[in-house]
């Protein structure tokens, strides 16, 4: 079975630029989640969708980003524009969704995003 | 709200030494317990778990033990390999809610 893929493995753009992140889920995994690690400090919650509905966004750090689920299969995560301070790693995860705590999480290998 | 506290690296350990990477939580109900290790290059992967209070997690001679008293879930391995180097993230998992993690420690195990 596939694992979580993330595409691309490493993207350098200059601030004002746009990037699309893409993920793709598990086969069969409801849950999706978007996870950030800015240079050094905790990874932190994006958002989440179930299905193809967010479900919680509350990390979202502004409207510069947007992500979207369509058809409830793979997200695209885009940043428009990128700002020096979104540099970091992206992380995707996906879980079936109907466990709560229970709910084990697989990520994917991020996303380097690198804004000069 | 629910927080991660781990501490802080860089760990250096000489290979076949003892770990121990100290984890504790802040939580309002009853969350589950994940170590997460991320090798260079690599994604993130669950190293073990652990659902409920007592509950010890294990997996690659790592292990942890859900403290409900201490609110802690320290990470131990008896004797290291370089092969364990990479960071480690502490995090927790509440019904409804995304994982919180902890700022990760970075362990380095020298031949």
């Known amino acids: 079975e596939a694992g979580v893929t993330q595409f691309p493995s490493h993207s350098v753009i200059e601030k004002g630029q746009t990037v699309t992140l893409r993920c793709d889920p598990i086969?069969?995994?409801?849950?999706l989640y978007w996870y950030r690690r800015v240079m050094g400090k905790e990874i932190k919650f994006l958002l989440h969708?179930?299905?193809?509905?967010?479900?919680?966004e509350s990390g979202m750090p502004n409207n510069r980003f947007l992500a979207e689920r369509t058809g409830g299969t793979y997200s695209t995560l885009k940043v428009q524009p990128a700002e020096l301070e979104d540099s970091g790693v992206y992380f995707c995860?996906?879980?079936?969704?109907?466990?709560?705590?229970?709910?084990?999480?697989?990520f994917g290998p991020g996303t380097r995003l690198t804004v000069t | 709200g629910d927080s991660v506290t781990q501490m802080e690296g860089p760990v250096t350990l000489s290979e076949e030494a003892f770990l121990t990477i100290n984890c504790t939580y802040t939580?309002?109900?009853?969350?589950?317990l994940f170590w997460y290790v991320q090798y260079p290059g690599e994604g993130l992967q669950l190293l073990l778990k652990?659902?409920?209070?007592?509950d010890k997690g294990s997996n690659k001679g790592f292990e942890a033990t859900y403290r409900k008293e201490t609110t802690s879930f320290h990470l131990e391995k008896g004797s290291v390999q370089v092969s364990d180097s990479a960071v480690y993230f502490c995090?927790?998992?509440?019904?409804?809610?995304?994982?919180?993690f902890g700022k990760g420690t970075t362990l380095s195990v020298s031949s």
């Open positions: 995860a996906s879980s079936q969704g109907d466990r709560g705590r229970y709910d084990e999480q697989y």
């Open positions: 086969s069969g995994h409801d849950n």
């Open positions: 969708f179930v299905k193809e509905s967010k479900q919680d």
């Open positions: 939580a309002t109900g009853y969350p589950s």
């Open positions: 652990a659902t409920k209070a007592d």
């Open positions: 995090a927790l998992l509440e019904a409804g809610t995304a994982l919180i």
